[in-house]
């Protein structure tokens, strides 16, 4: 039996989608610097921690259970992958998806503060 689209985000690593995170950003000029400030700022990880995350083999689901969500996340809004994100009701995936849009925007040339929902 073929496992569900969340069952499959759950199961991922952050490690083996990071570096595609990277690739997308950096192709579009900006900088891994900035990837890590949108990272931090939706999971209220230090460097440190992130930095164990990228070399270590958590899944989307252990990311997200040690991340402290910022309490401006409900404000990513918008299509990604074709779904909205304020509209997923699995919490994990929609998570995973706040995170790929900041990325998104990221690559996009968004400004830094817009991405940070910066009021």
């Not at 070399?55 to 402290?68: L, S, W, Y």
């Not at 299509?79 to 690559?107: F, H």
Request: glycine share 6%; charged share 30%; aromatic share 8%.
């Amino acid at each position: 039996m073929a496992k569900s689209q969340d069952e499959r985000i759950a199961l991922m690593t952050f490690s083996s989608v990071y570096p595609h995170y990277v690739t997308k950003v950096e192709k579009k000029g900006r900088s891994v610097d900035e990837l890590h400030q949108v990272i931090k700022w939706l999971t209220g990880f230090t460097e440190r921690t992130l930095q164990k995350h990228i070399k270590g083999a958590a899944t989307f689901e252990e990311f997200f259970d040690a991340a402290k969500l910022n309490p401006n996340a409900h404000l990513i809004t918008g299509v990604i992958c074709g779904y909205r994100v304020e509209e997923i009701e699995n919490p994990l995936t929609q998570k995973v998806r706040y995170l790929d849009k900041l990325v998104d925007e990221l690559a996009k040339g968004r400004k830094m503060e817009k991405i940070l929902r910066s009021e």
